[in-house]
């Protein structure tokens, strides 16, 4: 599904974004883009990265 139309990302961009360490909006829109734009995309790109961080150990928090 597109989170961000105005960068064309979708929910599977922003996990793998998360799988490869990214922790925060702001990390994922250094990454991809998301909310630089028009911002419409912010709320739901957080509830994205946070039931990809519930879902899959932070590895690089422990290390």
Do not use: F, W
């Not at 990214?22 to 739901?44: F, H, I, N």
């Not at 994205?48 to 519930?54: E, F, N």
């Amino acid at each position: 599904m597109y989170v961000c139309l105005c960068h064309a990302v979708t929910d599977s961009q922003i996990k793998e974004a998360v799988s490869q360490g990214d922790m925060t909006l702001a990390d994922v829109k250094k990454r991809l883009g998301v909310g630089s734009q028009c911002g419409k995309c912010t709320k739901m790109a957080t509830q994205v990265i946070a039931a990809q961080l519930d879902v899959e150990p932070n590895y690089y928090e422990v290390a």
